[in-house]
């Protein structure tokens, strides 16, 4: 994922997530005590730690790593 990608889907989850909720049934009720709002909130942070853990996750694979003697062991050639 590219950083202007994950830049997008963040505006567009919290777009979704300060705008579009409220929005949504306000008065609706799940399972007789849950308001719809909270359960959609807490679904949304699901989806955030999905979207924030694969490009962390891609991130971090791209970075280089070096053993105790300077060469890189990850990530390209020799320094």
């Known amino acids: 994922m590219s950083t202007k990608l994950f830049v997008v889907l963040n505006v567009v989850y919290f777009i979704f997530d300060y705008v579009c909720i409220p929005q ?3 008065g ?3 399972f007789g005590f849950i308001p719809f709002q909270m359960f959609l909130y807490a679904i949304m ?3 955030a730690a999905v979207l924030w853990g694969v490009y962390f996750t891609q991130f971090f694979n791209k970075q280089k790593r070096y053993d105790e003697e300077g060469n890189i062991v990850k990530g390209g050639g020799a320094k």
């Open 28 to 30: 609706g009720v799940l």
């Open 24 to 26: 949504i049934n306000p």
């Open 45 to 47: 942070g699901v989806v």
